[in-house]
Nanobody, 116 residues
Framework: QVQLVESGGGLVQPGGSLRLSCAAS????????MGWYRQAPGNQRELVAH???????NYADSVKGRFTISRDDAKNTLYLQMNSLKPEDTAVYYC??????????WGQGTQVTVSS
């Protein structure tokens, strides 16, 4: 089974940037899709961005134009570039992979805090 490990979270001021990484223990080339989700205290986990194996992407309306999802199959890594961060982006960010068989795999999460 593929293990997913997120990194890159931290404390940043409003308007700042962070890049999250999700390193997979094995090749992600065969994954049907991968994505980033987030969960703020008291809220449900929500989709942030999603990328299919054909390169098709989609984003939550709240992050369109600010966040960019990408994947590097050679490095078995998924990225989320986050720019113009806002306090409402504060959450634990999770990486998710969907196998060709439809199984969902999750990482342990990384905290992002946007505050002055």
């Amino acid at each position: 089974q593929v293990q997913l490990v997120e990194s890159g979270g931290g404390l940043v001021q409003p308007g700042g940037s962070l890049r999250l990484s999700c390193a997979a223990s094995r090749s992600i080339f065969s994954m049907y899709a991968m994505g980033w989700y987030r969960q703020a205290p008291g809220n449900q986990r929500e989709l942030v961005a999603h990328i299919r194996n054909d390169g098709t992407t989609n984003y939550a309306d709240s992050v369109k134009g600010r966040f960019t999802i990408s994947r590097d199959d050679a490095k078995n890594t998924l990225y989320l570039q986050m720019n113009s961060l806002k306090p409402e982006d504060t959450a634990v960010y999770y990486c998710k992979a969907i196998t060709p068989g439809g199984m969902a795999l999750w990482g342990q999460g990384t905290q992002v805090t946007v505050s002055s």
